[in-house]
């Protein structure tokens, strides 16, 4: 049985992986993760906001326009309300290195042009294996085209592909018009991968005391569909890899993200909930299931439900929902 499947240019010993998340500021977890079978450790995002607060605080310290730096810094989030701040972030990223067997996937998480991309090259020598670009955008000028909205990530990567030469998978927001076309573009502008989708958290509104509110629920596998009709029809349209994250909770999660086309796929709020030993439980049952039904190697499972292969193409496009809506009855 062979699992192995190659994600953004490496080589990976089965599909899975934790996603981004909070679990790799903890070294012993990380340990944990790799002795669950993980075939890749993958760093929550590195913030711009946190690399603009330390430039400026660096600045504060050089030039007399201290008043100026308080009021600027008042527009950031505390730094203390990062687990990891730049420096902290990328001495983590070398002890993971230092400490796991399997590739480190480093994060960038921004949204505007500037000095904040020139960490990717730090986060590449500081030993990342590949680099994901997470561009989470919130377009709220209705001013702005979504052309300008595409643009503005497409830059970004341009940005960091001429900083560094690790591999860059950029993860998209589900809500881009025309994400196939827009995954071929990335794809023409160096990216070797996209991953679908990024969570968007979105706030709640507190009646009584009349505040939005944050709210954080982690996923469940209805949210998976999503990511499967897009992974299914980009599929074949890109060299680089796709990559799944977001609602996988099951062996049969996972299947499903491989049959439409992800080489790898990514866990979270599975891991959040149960602990690094689902990571092992995972795959111990999607071994089970290829035996069973006579699959010899993932490469042979990958896209095979794709829009390309898919027995019936139509359950992807708008004859599914007019099925779907048929299947009502009062």
């Known amino acids: 049985m062979d699992l192995t499947t190659n994600y953004l240019g490496l080589t990976l010993k089965h599909p899975l992986m934790p996603g981004a998340s909070p679990m790799v500021d903890d070294l012993d977890t990380v340990r944990r993760l790799e002795d669950a079978g993980a075939a890749a450790i993958v760093m929550h995002s590195l913030f711009e906001e946190q690399i603009t607060s330390q430039q400026l605080a660096e600045f504060a310290h050089t030039e007399s326009t201290v008043d100026a730096f308080s009021e600027a810094s008042s527009f950031f989030p505390q730094m203390e309300d990062y687990a990891l701040g730049p420096d902290r972030y990328l001495e983590q990223l070398s002890r993971i290195k230092a400490a796991v067997d399997v590739p480190v996937i480093g994060s960038l998480n921004g949204t505007t042009l500037g000095g904040w991309t020139g960490h990717a090259r730090l986060i590449e020598q500081a030993g990342a294996d590949a680099l994901e670009l997470n561009v989470y955008y919130i377009a709220t000028d209705p001013d702005e085209s979504g052309a300008a909205v595409e643009e503005r990530t497409s830059d970004i990567l341009q940005s960091v592909r001429e900083t560094v030469s690790i591999p860059i998978a950029v993860k998209l927001s589900p809500f881009f018009s025309s994400p196939a076309h827009f995954a071929k573009q990335l794809d023409s502008l160096g990216a070797d991968g996209v991953i679908l989708f990024n969570r968007f958290y979105q706030p709640d509104i507190d009646i009584e005391n009349l505040e939005a509110t944050h709210r954080l629920d982690l996923s469940n596998s209805t949210e998976l569909r999503l990511r499967l009709r897009w992974a299914a029809i980009i599929h074949g349209h890109i060299k680089g890899s796709i990559g799944v994250s977001g609602g996988v909770h099951s062996v049969e999660d996972v299947i499903k993200a491989v049959m439409c086309g992800a080489s790898a ?52 496009e708008r004859a599914n929902y007019l099925k779907v809506l048929q299947l009502w009855k009062v």
């Open 265 to 316: 796929v990514q866990v979270v709020s599975s891991l959040l909930k149960h602990g690094p030993s689902c990571m092992r439980e995972l795959i111990k049952t999607l071994t089970e299931w290829m035996e069973e039904h006579e699959y010899e190697s993932i490469s042979q499972m990958c896209g095979s439900m794709s829009l390309r292969h898919c027995p019936d193409p139509s359950v992807f």
